[in-house]
């Protein structure tokens, strides 16, 4: 009876890499052709998301392109939660301040506007009660009233009269800025990222592209990295490979959109509540953004592969459905440790939201082993000895 290397030696025997053995020298040619297609293909793909920002801007669509759509994919969640901070804030404001309009004797106002004279119109020397009184206090503010406005109700004016009638209204400069604010937050005319040189938008913005295009060129860089590697495997490694390439990339993807669409948006709201607590403006610089929206989803992606790890050492015999199941306690720990070494950000809300899935596909992990029991060393049919190759 033939061992497992002598029936895998019988069934691939050596001369199945005839055609693909080379020197070493030939090897490294071999390897500099596919870096330089893998390169070729990369600068293609990405020149061609340049144009298509382009002909996005030019038409005035912004769904076409690459880098630019995928920038503001990226910076939506934070763009949207800053957003919805600085409204909410506004209206609990409006709610507590401004919905009592104050009626002041104009002797009270005036002794106030004459204090902030006196030191050089500073708003500290001032209490809550004389803010209160300068808030409350009605100001001139003149307008311009188009004539047109009052056809439906006066009729046509006579020839010659002015188009325009200039006047005064008493406002409120509260409301006039609590109006500013929520105008900005509902039109979406404020941006809430920062940059503090000339040039991190354009590097962001390429850093973005470079990214997109690898994305992109994936099939071709894989296709280039497997032609180089593959001719050095035996057929059943490569069904392996082929076996378990489609879960990973599903498990990859589904942790990036994750992250990208529940993780980052749900992180920054929760963490933006501290500063609603504190009552401190939020400033997100876009670079510092971009280092977390960039690798934050990478990381989920690649956390999702825990299944696979579990598998894997579950086939070679290392690790059975029980063992995982006995030490879940442990892994827990491990997990959990993992999530907040890895995780950019030193906050447990960012952590939880990773430890949280990848414990859930530990479980599934357990589920997939039982199911689909991996190698016993304990029913080899061969002793060791015979394992050797003579």
């Not at 996005?56 to 919805?84: C, H, L, W, Y």
């Not at 409120?172 to 109006?179: A, C, L, W």
């Not at 590697?229 to 490694?237: C, D, F, L, S």
């Not at 690798?295 to 592969?305: A, R, T």
Request: aromatic letters at 12%; proline letters at 6%.
């Amino acid at each position: 009876m033939l061992s497992r290397k002598s029936q895998r030696s019988h069934e691939y025997p050596d001369d199945i890499f005839d055609d693909t053995r080379m020197t070493f020298g030939e090897h490294l040619e071999e390897l500099r052709m596919r870096m330089i297609r893998a390169l070729v293909g990369l600068v293609v793909l990405m020149c061609v998301g340049f144009v298509l920002d382009g002909i996005g801007s030019a038409v005035g669509n912004p769904k076409i392109g690459v880098g630019k759509p995928m920038f503001e994919i990226i910076t939506d969640p934070v763009e949207t939660q800053v957003r919805d901070f600085y409204y909410r804030r506004t209206l609990k404001a409006q709610e507590e301040k401004l919905k009592d309009k104050q009626t002041s004797a104009e002797d009270e106002v005036e002794g106030v506007r004459q204090k902030l004279r006196d030191n050089d119109n500073s708003l500290t020397v001032l209490t809550d009660d004389e803010r209160r009184v300068l808030l409350g206090a009605p100001q001139e503010m003149p307008v311009m009233i188009p004539v047109e406005a009052f056809v439906p109700v006066f009729g046509a004016p006579k020839e010659g009269a002015p188009k325009e009638i200039i006047t005064t209204l008493k406002v409120y400069p509260g409301y006039i800025s609590s109006f500013s604010n929520q105008g900005d937050a509902l039109v979406g005319a404020k941006g809430y990222l920062t940059t503090l040189s000339a040039q991190e938008s354009l590097v962001v913005y390429f850093k973005v592209s470079i990214v997109c295009g690898i994305v992109l060129a994936s099939p071709w860089l894989l296709y280039q990295f497997w032609a180089f590697v593959g001719a050095g495997m035996y057929p059943h490694e490569k069904r392996y490979i082929r076996i378990i390439f489609l879960p990973s990339l599903f498990l990859f993807v589904a942790g990036v959109l994750l992250c990208q669409f529940v993780v980052l948006p749900g992180a920054v709201k929760a963490l933006l509540k501290f500063n609603e607590w504190l009552n401190i403006d939020p400033d997100i610089r876009l670079n510092e953004w971009l280092g977390l929206a960039l690798i934050l989803p990478l990381v989920f992606g690649l956390s999702f592969q825990t299944p696979l790890v579990m598998i894997f050492l579950n086939r070679i015999g290392l690790f059975s459905a029980a063992d995982y199941l006995r030490k879940w306690r442990g892994a827990c720990f491990v997990l959990a440790l993992f999530a907040a070494l890895i995780t950019p950000t030193p906050d447990l809300v960012t952590m939880g939201y990773l430890f949280v899935p990848m414990f859930g596909l530990y479980l599934a992990g357990i589920v997939f082993c039982y199911y689909f029991p991996g190698f016993d060393p304990a029913a080899a049919d061969e002793p060791a000895a015979e394992e050797i190759a003579v």
